[in-house]
C-alpha cells in the first residue's frame, strides 16, 4: 500500500506470468492543522495481464516500499549454476538503475568484481547485456579476457571500455543527465577516473585449496601487474618461532599454520593458527622503522 500526491503511479513490473490487480481511494486531510486523516471509499479493483520477465534467465526479486511513493527495488540475475551475475537495483526517486555484475574464472570461483555504477539511458529494471566490454567491438568480459595465460605466471588485467557500464561512469567521457535531461557537470567532475579499471581481481592458489593468492584493488594504480596487489602466502611455522611466542609446551609446529599477507603498501602482517583456523598470533614483519617526531613550541 502506497500514498502518493499525484494521480499516477510507475511500478516496474518484474513478476512472473499473471495479472496485477490494484485499487485506490481518495484521502482527505481536515482539521486546523491538516492532520485529521479521512479516508474515503475504495473503488472497485482494476487488473491488467502480466509479460513474463526475462523468461529465459534465472532471476530473484525484491521490492522494498517507503514513505512518500519511495520504494527500492532490487533483482539479482543467475546463470545456471546458480551464481550470481548481474544485480540491477532501482531506486525511485533516481532516473536511472544502478548495475553491478560479477564474472567467474574457469573453476568457477569469483573474480571480476565490477563496482555497481549507474547505467545510462536505462530507467527500468531490465537485465543489461554486454554490460563490461574490452572494447566497444566485443561481447560481454570473458574468463578468456582476464584469466593467466598457460605458460605465463604474469595475470591478465584488461582495461575495460569507457562506453559501457561503469568504465563508462568512472570516466571522463561520463555524460550521465539529471532528471530533466540537462547535464550536470558540476557534478560529475568530481567523479574520479578508474582509467579502465572499475573492478577488483581475484586469483587463487593453483593447488585446489581456493585459497586466495593475489587481489587488487580499483583503478589503474591498483589494478592486477600494477605492483600494488594484495598478495596471500601461506605456510607452516618454524618450531624456533612458536617456542618463541609461547614456549616449549605449544606442541609441534606441524599442528600450526602460518600467513602472511602484503599489503599494496609492502606491509607484511603475519597470522598464526592452530588446526581448528583460530588465530593465535599476529604480527607485523619487515625492516624497522625510524620514526622522527618534532616539537612546536608555541610562545
Request: aromatic share 12%; glycine share 8%; hydrophobic share 30%.
Given at each position: 500500500?502506497?500514498?502518493?500526491?499525484?494521480?499516477?503511479?510507475?511500478l516496474?513490473?518484474?513478476?512472473e506470468?499473471?495479472?496485477?490487480?490494484?485499487?485506490?481511494?481518495?484521502?482527505a486531510y481536515?482539521?486546523?492543522?491538516?492532520?485529521?486523516?479521512v479516508?474515503?471509499?475504495?473503488?472497485?479493483s482494476?487488473?491488467?495481464?502480466?509479460?513474463?520477465?526475462?523468461?529465459?534467465?534465472n532471476?530473484q526479486?525484491q521490492?522494498?516500499?517507503?514513505?512518500?511513493?519511495?520504494?527500492?527495488?532490487?533483482?539479482?540475475?543467475?546463470?545456471?549454476?546458480?551464481?550470481?551475475?548481474?544485480?540491477?537495483?532501482k531506486?525511485?526517486?533516481?532516473?536511472?538503475?544502478?548495475a553491478?555484475?560479477t564474472?567467474?574464472?574457469?573453476?568457477?570461483?569469483q573474480s571480476?568484481?565490477?563496482i555497481?555504477s549507474?547505467v545510462?539511458?536505462?530507467?527500468?529494471?531490465?537485465?543489461?547485456?554486454?554490460?563490461?566490454?574490452?572494447?566497444?567491438?566485443d561481447?560481454?568480459?570473458?574468463?578468456?579476457?582476464y584469466?593467466?595465460?598457460?605458460?605465463s605466471?604474469?595475470?591478465?588485467s584488461?582495461?575495460?571500455?569507457?562506453?559501457?557500464?561503469?568504465?563508462?561512469?568512472y570516466?571522463?567521457?561520463?555524460?550521465?543527465?539529471?532528471?530533466t535531461?540537462?547535464?550536470?557537470?558540476?557534478?560529475?567532475h568530481?567523479?574520479?577516473?578508474?582509467?579502465?579499471?572499475?573492478?577488483t581481481?581475484?586469483?587463487?592458489?593453483?593447488?585446489?585449496?581456493?585459497?586466495?593468492?593475489t587481489q587488487?584493488g580499483?583503478?589503474?594504480?591498483?589494478?592486477?601487474?600494477?605492483?600494488?596487489?594484495?598478495?596471500s602466502?601461506?605456510?607452516?611455522?618454524?618450531?624456533?618461532?612458536l617456542?618463541?611466542?609461547?614456549?616449549?609446551?605449544?606442541?609441534?609446529?606441524t599442528?600450526?599454520?602460518?600467513?602472511?599477507?602484503?599489503?599494496?603498501?609492502?606491509?607484511?602482517?603475519v597470522?598464526?593458527?592452530n588446526?581448528?583456523?583460530?588465530?593465535?598470533?599476529?604480527?607485523?614483519?619487515?625492516?624497522?622503522?625510524?620514526?622522527?617526531?618534532f616539537?612546536?613550541?608555541?610562545?
Amino acid at each position: 500500500r502506497v500514498i502518493v500526491k499525484n494521480n499516477v503511479y510507475d511500478l516496474n513490473v518484474a513478476h512472473e506470468d499473471g495479472y496485477l490487480f490494484w485499487r485506490v481511494r481518495p484521502v482527505a486531510y481536515t482539521g486546523s492543522d491538516f492532520k485529521s486523516r479521512v479516508p474515503g471509499l475504495w473503488g472497485g479493483s482494476n487488473s491488467f495481464p502480466i509479460v513474463q520477465h526475462e523468461p529465459l534467465l534465472n532471476w530473484q526479486y525484491q521490492i522494498t516500499f517507503s514513505e512518500e511513493e519511495k520504494s527500492k527495488e532490487v533483482i539479482s540475475y543467475y546463470d545456471g549454476s546458480l551464481r550470481s551475475r548481474q544485480m540491477v537495483t532501482k531506486i525511485k526517486s533516481d532516473p536511472y538503475v544502478i548495475a553491478a555484475e560479477t564474472h567467474y574464472d574457469y573453476q568457477g570461483r569469483q573474480s571480476i568484481s565490477v563496482i555497481p555504477s549507474p547505467v545510462e539511458d536505462i530507467t527500468s529494471i531490465q537485465y543489461i547485456p554486454n554490460l563490461t566490454r574490452v572494447s566497444s567491438t566485443d561481447s560481454n568480459l570473458m574468463p578468456s579476457d582476464y584469466e593467466s595465460m598457460l605458460n605465463s605466471c604474469v595475470p591478465v588485467s584488461p582495461a575495460l571500455s569507457s562506453s559501457f557500464g561503469a568504465s563508462r561512469y568512472y570516466s571522463t567521457d561520463n555524460s550521465m543527465a539529471n532528471s530533466t535531461g540537462k547535464e550536470i557537470p558540476s557534478f560529475n567532475h568530481f567523479i574520479p577516473s578508474a582509467q579502465g579499471y572499475p573492478y577488483t581481481q581475484t586469483l587463487y592458489t593453483p593447488d585446489n585449496t581456493n585459497r586466495v593468492k593475489t587481489q587488487s584493488g580499483l583503478g589503474n594504480t591498483l589494478r592486477m601487474g600494477g605492483g600494488h596487489e594484495t598478495y596471500s602466502y601461506y605456510g607452516v611455522p618454524t618450531q624456533t618461532e612458536l617456542d618463541a611466542l609461547f614456549g616449549n609446551n605449544v606442541g609441534y609446529a606441524t599442528h600450526y599454520s602460518k600467513t602472511m599477507v602484503m599489503d599494496p603498501n609492502g606491509q607484511l602482517s603475519v597470522s598464526y593458527q592452530n588446526l581448528r583456523g583460530q588465530v593465535i598470533a599476529t604480527a607485523l614483519a619487515g625492516d624497522a622503522l625510524l620514526f622522527y617526531f618534532f616539537w612546536e613550541l608555541a610562545l
